[in-house]
């Protein structure tokens, strides 16, 4: 994400103030994304690392829910002195058991030097595998994951030039290849993209929209990928400049992306899908109210509290091809946030009034951040975000967690799916747990990454910033919380841990169903590299 582009140094001093203000009270100030932005560039050189301690790794449930530490070693346990965080989830439909997560790795907390981590599952979620990173000693950010209807995953990664690149793994996760040279899939800071997995004329190929900040010219730009992302084609404007927002495909082969400029916009382009075609924007809805505007600091100061999600439902069914847009608002006169959802029944012209997803009652001191949700096959909502409702010190966070089965006409009560953490530890320089989580649904529930703090670091003295896998499902509100998170050993694990979470055996999983794909497979594109998975760095000595 970006930052503003004001002088590195007020930008220090402003970040160091802010540091210091959340740290004492958990409320720094607001600013306003489209003035104040931290432009995601080489800012540290790499950390040397002495030693890569270890402690059992986190098994956190809190009542039917169960959150599994994803950024693991090669044992299975937790690496002591990193941090991990803006994690973005895939899932085979074909194999809802097998997931993949990317997010941004920081080896060592001292460096905001960050790379291209991932994680991988075969068994729905409950044991992970961090191979490494994309790229050794190369800095990469803003990780955006997503699959196709056959299960080839593709991972999008953003580099210190503002260009990026497109990974593919046609085995889960399990190893990746790079699609072309460094920097050539073109693109920007805060990048997002989406697949058309239609049986249309656009069938794979493969959309982005970044926030201005970009790898050429200026503007919010446009791409189009029509090789299964080897090739990009040149950046296009996009009316009304939706940044902070993500993109989808209606059944019709119709791009829409979502996002806030000076407003809250929605727009289309009816032709992207035509291969032959250069792509237009032929609806532009302006002004959308949201309940409020996007915003940043506060309880997360040197990042975002929340990002335009856009999602459309494909359900075939009444249902079909409604547009729905979720985002964590700050509403007018308030400095916390809250969760505000609308829906567009007529194809993205208008929308519906703003409807506040979290169900507590407004109080000026809580944060409702971090807001997110996706759309299930057969139509469902599920929406989770960061909650501050149980917090005496309006700071400590939950996942919380709330569905919708009439086209988010109601939403079901909120639900804590998670233990309490702090967002205010952990940080690499940066002073922030990141810009978004994500959540992807299937017909019985929703499977989520999102960052948390259960893990203490003795050597720093407080807990660390790692990534976590939770699946979410309707009916778990009568559920009894677990209030203190318990750290799980894995039994072929030799090295000695260090924190001192007690160690507890880990959940089974209740299996997850398998979904049949139901559009025809698009022949997957030759890469001009071949695969090379890369394996985790070996630690340099400290001098």
């Excluded at 609806?283 to 959308?288: A, K, L, S």
């Excluded at 975002?304 to 439902?313: R, S, T, V, Y």
């Excluded at 208008?350 to 409702?368: L, R």
């Excluded at 139901?518 to 760095?537: I, K």
Aim: glycine letters at 10%.
């Amino acid at each position: 994400m970006k930052f503003s582009t004001i002088s590195a140094n007020p930008i220090s001093i402003l970040l160091a103030s802010i540091a210091s203000m959340a740290t004492a009270s958990g409320q720094a100030p607001t600013w306003n994304p489209h003035t104040n932005r931290q432009v995601e560039k080489y800012d540290n050189p790499p950390a040397l690392i002495y030693r890569l301690d270890t402690s059992p790794r986190m098994v956190s449930p809190h009542g039917v829910f169960v959150s599994y530490q994803v950024n693991v070693d090669a044992n299975g346990n937790n690496i002591v002195g990193d941090a991990a965080n803006e994690c973005t989830i895939s899932v085979d439909p074909t194999n809802v058991t097998k997931m993949a997560i990317g997010w941004r790795q920081f080896d060592n907390v001292t460096s905001n030097f960050r790379q291209g981590g991932w994680g991988y599952t075969t068994d729905g979620g409950v044991h992970w595998t961090f191979p490494g990173v994309l790229q050794n000693n190369v800095f990469r950010s803003d990780p955006v994951t997503d699959s196709d209807e056959i299960g080839t995953f593709f991972y999008l990664s953003l580099l210190q030039t503002f260009c990026e690149n497109m990974y593919r793994s046609t085995n889960g996760g399990q190893s990746w290849t790079e699609l072309q040279p460094d920097s050539l899939a073109g693109g920007g800071d805060k990048q997002w993209f989406t697949i058309d997995k239609t049986g249309g004329p656009g069938h794979g190929f493969q959309y982005q929209s970044s926030d201005g900040i970009n790898c050429s010219g200026g503007g919010v730009q446009f791409q189009r990928s029509t090789d299964g992302g080897i090739t990009w084609q040149a950046p296009i404007i996009i009316p009304a400049g939706p940044t902070d927002g993500t993109l989808d495909v209606d059944t019709n082969g119709n791009l829409f992306i979502g996002g806030e400029g000076n407003t809250f916009a929605c727009v289309r382009s009816s032709n992207a899908q035509i291969g032959n075609q250069t792509p237009s924007f032929d609806q532009v809805t302006q002004n959308i109210n949201m309940g409020g505007d996007l915003s940043g600091g506060g309880i997360n100061p040197a990042g975002l509290d929340g990002m335009l999600f856009m999602a459309i439902d494909r359900s075939g069914g009444s249902t079909n091809n409604n547009i729905y847009m979720l985002a964590s608002v700050l509403p007018p006169g308030r400095s916390t946030t809250d969760v505000m959802f609308v829906r567009s029944t007529d194809g993205g012209l208008t929308f519906s009034a703003p409807q506040k997803i979290n169900d507590d009652p407004v109080n000026p001191s809580k944060w409702h951040w971090f807001g997110t949700f996706s759309v299930a096959p057969n139509g469902r909502l599920d929406a989770v975000w960061y909650d501050t409702r149980n917090a005496a010190n309006n700071t400590d966070s939950q996942l919380f967690y709330s569905w919708s089965t009439d086209a988010g006409v109601t939403w079901a009560p909120n639900v804590a799916v998670s233990n309490a953490f702090s967002p205010l530890e952990g940080y690499p320089n940066q002073d922030k747990i990141g810009d978004y989580i994500t959540i992807v649904s299937d017909d019985t529930g929703g499977n989520v990454a999102y960052s948390a703090t259960f893990n203490f670091n003795p050597n720093l003295g407080q807990h660390e910033e790692d990534v976590y896998y939770v699946r979410v499902f309707p009916g778990g509100q009568g559920a009894t919380p677990t209030p203190t998170a318990t750290a799980s050993p894995t039994p072929t694990a030799t090295a000695t841990p260090t924190a001192t979470a007690t160690a507890t055996a880990t959940p089974t999983p209740t299996a997850s169903p398998t979904l049949t794909p139901t559009a025809t497979p698009r022949p997957t594109p030759t890469p001009r590299s071949a695969p090379t998975p890369r394996t985790r760095p070996t630690p340099l000595p400290r001098p």
